[in-house]
């Protein structure tokens, strides 16, 4: 009987010391686990900080964007003003050329009409 409680035990103890195999891998694999999911956490947490920096690249584009558009549209409107003072000067000007013409001819027609006279 003392044999059959040593090989009961010595049974015990190797399924014991495989138990502990099995266990010790275990921990070794979730050790790995571990392992890889701080260094994914420390990935996502260096690509986070870059969404953060873009982020905030971008905010500071719209910003300049906002500004150039007003720049932009401030600059239409002058144009447009000088546009208007153009076609004003222009008006006139056509107007003094108008004039012009016809002092032209009223004179050419009076030069015509004197020396109609002269020939006489």
């Known amino acids: 009987m003392a044999e059959s409680k040593k090989h009961t035990s010595a049974a015990d103890l190797l399924a014991d010391w495989r138990s502990a195999g099995r266990d010790t891998a275990a921990a070794h694999a979730a050790e790995k686990v571990a392992e890889m999911a701080l260094v994914a956490a420390a990935h996502a947490e260096e690509a986070a900080d870059e969404v953060a920096i873009a982020a ?11 500004i150039a558009a007003n720049r932009a549209r401030a600059a239409a409107l002058q144009a447009g003003e000088a546009a208007h003072l153009a076609l004003i000067t222009a008006e006139g000007d056509r107007v003094r050329a108008s004039e012009g013409v016809q002092d032209a001819e009223a004179a050419e027609a009076e030069a015509a009409e004197l020396g109609e006279g002269q020939k006489h």
Do not use: F, I, S, T
């Open 56 to 66: 905030a690249a971008a905010l500071e584009a719209v910003d300049r964007a906002q």
